[in-house]
């Protein structure tokens, strides 16, 4: 069966992606940048990709005429606080408009639960595009989920920072919201069980898990899960704003994306009905078995997807290619060049740069330049990398983000995303003759962007150049253990 797959690139679509095609079905990917679809060699061969922008007017003949299911994936949240509501009504509205250009049948639409008279602006849009959906010329199955909890969720990568952080937490009343967490592993064995189920044709199912849970009692469980105590004193006192500015300096969540959950975690966000478990014979696994589950995925590696590798995790909501070429004008650079003996080694140093490995050198004051970076709204370094030694284009690295990373060509390009009077890079590259350039580019905006690299020279001095002479020299675990 020919599938469409949107947001492939997402975090539920590269979740989804793997299992449709062990399944046996042909897909289509439509995603904004290609080189952003972060897949290995094989399973791109695999693939037809084909680059869409939903927010953009409809290109007729982008997509094959014989689709026969489509994925609705498309989510804006973390990209505004004031219009992602538009922003998702229109992607909605192009995507009904590429549907009629096919022979779809059925699209399947991953919507939240909205049981409640009141909702939140978030859960209002998605029942918008909802309703927008039922417009279109196809069968529509809407899955209606709560809080999603896996490795590299944004709801468990919250939790677990909270947690992780904060032996004993001052929350927000919203804490004793209900709702109903439910297993990523769960969520893609309903997004693929309701594949040609005619059964399903034309309605919105709840889907959760088996357990209705505080947000405080979910925060409790999982500190029970990881063998120690948490201590939690709820205040009526902490407004969404502060609740918000909460969120955003403890975890590693976005600021924009803070403010919107926080807007709804203010809504009980529980199923009504386990109609489609008892349809596909499904069974849920519970809270502390997801949590259980999401570990061992973490603890092996196996991390598929990761919400922070998002675009709109970051400032960067631009095209990559915009600043795949670095600027050799106007700018001010920090270019230091090695000689190494063992190529292998440095390229994995290369790629393991970042998230638990650090930066080689001076980490503890790349510790301090993330933390002014949180103090000044920036992401700060506590995004971290979702795999250990594989990077993609589109990866969030701390607070960069990966432009380039071609191993054919032993080549990585960083931008930066830190709060920045200016532009930054940071590109590895090692040449034909083993010898390892590290350079540091830097675009300033005006007196103040030329200031801040000159006040910073003197720590570059020591962190650019420790920094190359440890990925030079340094000896990976793999080669250790070899």
Not at 59 to 88: C, N, W
Not at 101 to 113: A, K, P, R
Not at 144 to 153: E, F, L, Q, Y
Not at 272 to 279: F, G, I, S
Request: hydrophobic share 40%; charged share 25%.
């Amino acid at each position: 069966m020919k599938i469409l797959l949107t947001g492939a690139n997402g975090y539920i679509g590269m979740r989804l992606l793997p299992q449709l095609l062990e399944q046996g079905h042909e897909l289509v990917c439509a995603v904004r940048d290609e080189n952003r679809l972060s897949v290995d060699d094989e399973t791109r061969g695999q693939l037809q990709i084909v680059e869409i922008d939903f927010l953009q007017e409809p290109q007729p003949g982008r997509l094959p005429k014989d689709i026969a299911v489509a994925y609705y994936l498309i989510h804006s949240m973390s990209s505004s606080t004031t219009d992602f509501d538009e922003k998702e009504a229109r992607s909605a509205r192009n995507f009904n408009a590429y549907m009629a250009d096919t022979n779809v049948e059925q699209v399947i639409y991953l919507s939240g639960i909205v049981n409640e008279e009141k909702l939140s602006k978030h859960l209002r849009s998605r029942k918008n595009v909802e309703d927008i959906l039922y417009e279109g010329p196809y069968s529509l199955t809407v899955l209606r989920a709560g809080i999603i909890v896996g490795s590299g969720s944004s709801s468990f990568e919250i939790i677990r920072d909270l947690c992780e952080k904060l032996p004993i937490m001052v929350t927000p009343k919203w804490v004793l919201t209900k709702t109903q967490p439910i297993a990523i592993r769960d969520v893609i064995a309903f997004l693929t069980g309701v594949i040609g189920k005619k059964e399903t044709y034309g309605q919105s199912f709840d889907i959760g898990g088996p357990d209705v849970l505080t947000y405080k009692e979910m925060l409790q469980k999982y500190a029970r899960v990881r063998g120690f105590k948490n201590w939690i004193i709820t205040v009526p006192v902490m407004t969404p704003k502060l609740s918000s500015y909460w969120l955003y300096f403890v975890t590693s969540t976005s600021f924009k994306l803070a403010i919107n959950l926080v807007d709804s975690m203010k809504m009980e966000v529980v199923a009504r009905d386990n109609r489609l478990q008892q349809l596909l014979g499904i069974q849920t696994h519970t809270y502390e078995e997801a949590i259980d589950m999401a570990f061992k995925k973490i603890e092996q590696n196996l991390v598929v997807s990761s919400w922070k590798d998002s675009m709109v995790s970051g400032r960067m909501q631009k095209d990559l290619e915009k600043y795949i070429q670095v600027p050799k004008y106007g700018v001010l650079t920090d270019k230091k060049m090695m000689k190494v003996a063992n190529h292998e080694a440095v390229l994995r140093n290369i790629w393991s740069i970042g998230g638990e490995r650090g930066w080689y050198y001076g980490n503890w004051l790349w510790r301090i330049r993330g933390f002014i970076d949180k103090l000044s709204g920036g992401v700060g370094l506590r995004r971290g990398r979702t795999h250990p030694d594989k990077i993609y284009p589109g990866d969030s690295l701390d607070f960069w983000r990966v432009l380039l990373a071609d191993q054919e060509r032993k080549r990585l390009l960083l931008f930066a995303e830190m709060r920045l009077p200016g532009e930054a890079w940071l590109e590895f590259k090692l040449d034909e003759d083993n010898i390892l350039c590290q350079t540091a580019t830097f675009r300033p905006k005006g007196l103040r962007g030329r200031l801040y690299w000159y006040c910073m020279l003197p720590f570059h001095y020591f962190i650019f150049g420790g920094m190359i002479r440890r990925i030079a020299t340094s000896i990976p675990k793999a080669s250790q253990n070899a």
